[in-house]
């Protein structure tokens, strides 16, 4: 232990191998998923800025769960409003009906800091399915033309 150069992502890589940074589809710029995030004072730090991003949608591309909260990692495919795009990773609580009703390709409405592009993201609660919809388009438009 003393002495020992690995990160919480790389144990967290050993112990779920389903969380490594691979499986994740994310660079070695992702610091890792935090083995529970209440007690991670870096991850109360990073939720709270998330939860003040910049908008963004996410497409679903696959979740894990974690625990039996039940907590789920999703990795989504994130396009931003000024034509980025990116792997990002969801460190969520969701209720039993939201994880029955995930689907690969579902469009979601996601919070990115840019200023850090570690690969997290956070699901936006807070924007209607209108919102959602007008930031596709506006995606959309840009892609197109």
Known sequence: MF????TIADLMGQLRPDLSR???GVGPDFPGVA???LLSKEARKRNAELRVGVLAVGALVDW???NSNPRVV???DVETA???AFRGIADESLTITQLTRLAPGQMMAVRYRPAIMDHYVALARDVSPEQLQQLIE???KRRHG
């Open 74 to 76: 999703l990795m989504l």
């Open 138 to 140: 506006h995606i959309a």
């Open 3 to 6: 002495g020992n150069k690995k």
């Open 64 to 66: 894990r769960e974690v």
């Open 35 to 37: 083995p529970n995030p």
């Open 22 to 24: 691979e499986s994740l």
């Open 82 to 84: 000024d034509a980025g």
